[in-house]
C-alpha cells in the first residue's frame, strides 16, 4: 500500500512557478513508477508528467513539456513536478499517482495507476 499526498499548489501569475510535491509512504517508494496528472472544472483528468521508479525515464504531455520537469528523490520518498512559464491553461486540480511495472509509455493512461493522492490545487492568473 501507498498512501500519497501532494502540496505546493496555489496561486501564481502567467509565466510565473510552482513547485508541486508528492510525499509517499511505505518503504517501497523507490519502485514505484509515479505520475502527474490535472483535472480542470469540466474537462476529464489528463497526464502531465511520469517518472521512472531510478528517475532515469520521464514523459511529458506535449502541452507542458518544456515548461514542467519532474524528478523524484527516493530517500525522501518523494516526487517532484517543478512547473515553469506557467499558462492560465494550466489551472487545474493536480494528482500525484503511483503503480509498479509501469513502463514510461503506459504511465501515460491514468487507469495503470492503483494509488492515487487527494490532489493540490494549482491556479494561474492572466
Known amino acids: 500500500q501507498v498512501q500519497l499526498v501532494e502540496s505546493g499548489g496555489g496561486l501564481a501569475q502567467a509565466g510565473g512557478s510552482l513547485r508541486l510535491s508528492c510525499a509517499a509512504s511505505?518503504?517501497?517508494?523507490?519502485?514505484?513508477?509515479m505520475g502527474w496528472f490535472r483535472q480542470a472544472p469540466g474537462k476529464e483528468r489528463e497526464f502531465v508528467a511520469a517518472?521512472?521508479?531510478?528517475?532515469?525515464?520521464?514523459g511529458y504531455a506535449d502541452s507542458v513539456k518544456g515548461r514542467f520537469t519532474a524528478s523524484r528523490d527516493n530517500a525522501k520518498n518523494t516526487v517532484y513536478l517543478q512547473m515553469n512559464s506557467l499558462k492560465p491553461e494550466d489551472t487545474a486540480l493536480y494528482y500525484c499517482?503511483?503503480?509498479?511495472?509501469?513502463?514510461?509509455?503506459?504511465?501515460?493512461?491514468?487507469?495503470?495507476?492503483?494509488?492515487w493522492g487527494q490532489g493540490t490545487q494549482v491556479t494561474v492568473s492572466s
Open positions: 499517482a503511483a503503480d509498479t511495472s509501469l513502463s514510461i509509455r503506459t504511465a501515460r493512461t491514468a487507469r495503470e495507476y492503483d494509488y
Open positions: 511505505g518503504r517501497t517508494f523507490s519502485r514505484y513508477t
Open positions: 517518472i521512472s521508479w531510478s528517475g532515469g525515464n520521464t
